[in-house]
């Protein structure tokens, strides 16, 4: 059985076998991303990352909202500042940008499990995981134009998941799609009903957390790092990492049991 969260903590953790979730715990606050529970986050991560038991991650959320965004309450009192708050502004998108980072380039697939509205940096935190479940009442926006403060930093993961023009229309208009656009586009992987939710994300979790974990983390990174590097830089890199590849016992048993018609026994 899992594990139950206990605490009202800022992220609760609870683990199914190999798939820890993580749930974002501010409901009052639409669980807006707070220099708090971002750093909460941060350090679940940075745990999850460095545990051998952990195959996969999922990020979740209590009550109606997935995520608001930054905590704009948090935020405004700084323009009182004396340099109108650019030290504290500079250090609080350096810490966001490290979070979706880490969410990248940790070596466990992230999943995003979205019961509610993902908003600003709400949207970049779904954008950023690797995969994304998604309630049929969900929706999804990118609203800083509307407010005076251009989505900038959400558009980095939005626009490397999204294609340009549909990317440009949720920065340009800052209107909220729907769940089964948000997938039409590219942003999520699959739309359930509400109550299937947490069923149709353990069952992506437990497919992924089934397979040769070093072999995932192989993948994850190559398939990141392949991205940012042009068509032929790319081909070499990922031959280079092929090759890494079946030098791992988990290839040498993976393609012996496919051609010998049996089950592999992953190392």
């Known amino acids: 059985m899992p594990d139950k969260p206990t605490d009202d903590a800022l992220v609760l953790t609870s683990r199914d076998e190999a798939v820890l979730t993580l749930t974002l715990n501010r409901p009052q606050a639409r669980n807006a991303l707070s220099e708090g529970l971002m750093a909460a986050l941060q350090a679940a991560l940075d745990t999850a990352?460095?545990?051998?038991?952990?195959?996969?991650?999922?990020?979740?959320?209590?009550?109606?909202?997935?995520?608001?965004?930054?905590?704009?309450?948090?935020?405004s009192p700084h323009w009182k500042d004396g340099d109108r708050g650019r030290h504290y502004f500079e250090r609080?998108?350096?810490?966001?940008?490290?979070?979706?980072?880490?969410?990248?380039?940790?070596?466990?697939p992230v999943i995003a499990e979205v019961q509610g509205?993902?908003?600003?940096?709400?949207?970049?935190?779904?954008?950023?995981?690797?995969?994304?479940?998604?309630?049929?009442?969900?929706?999804?926006?990118?609203?800083?134009?509307?407010?005076?403060?251009?989505?900038?930093?959400?558009?980095?993961?939005?626009?490397?998941?999204?294609?340009?023009?549909?990317?440009?229309?949720?920065?340009?208009?800052?209107?909220?799609?729907?769940?089964?656009?948000?997938?039409?586009i590219g942003l999520i992987n699959r739309v359930v009903a509400g109550e299937a939710?947490?069923?149709?994300?353990?069952?992506?979790?437990?497919?992924?957390?089934?397979?040769?974990?070093?072999?995932?983390?192989?993948?994850?990174?190559?398939?990141?790092?392949q991205l940012e590097l042009g068509l032929s830089s790319a081909y070499d890199y990922a031959a280079e990492v092929m090759t890494r590849n079946l030098l791992e016992a988990d290839a040498e048993e993976g393609i012996g049991a496919f051609i010998d018609k049996r089950e592999p026994h992953w190392k």
């Open 117 to 184: 509205i993902a908003t600003a940096a709400g949207c970049q935190l779904v954008a950023s995981c690797d995969l994304a479940v998604a309630a049929d009442g969900a929706k999804f926006a990118t609203p800083g134009v509307n407010i005076g403060l251009f989505c900038s930093t959400p558009m980095v993961a939005l626009s490397r998941n999204v294609a340009r023009k549909q990317a440009m229309e949720m920065l340009l208009t800052g209107e909220m799609i729907s769940a089964t656009r948000a997938r039409e």
């Open 92 to 108: 609080l998108m350096k810490q966001c940008a490290r979070l979706m980072q880490t969410i990248v380039r940790l070596p466990k």
């Open 49 to 75: 990352g460095h545990d051998p038991t952990v195959r996969v991650v999922i990020i979740a959320a209590n009550g109606p909202v997935f995520s608001s965004g930054h905590d704009l309450k948090e935020i």
């Open 197 to 225: 939710l947490r069923a149709e994300t353990m069952k992506l979790a437990q497919a992924i957390a089934a397979k040769p974990h070093t072999v995932v983390a192989i993948g994850k990174e190559a398939f990141y790092r």
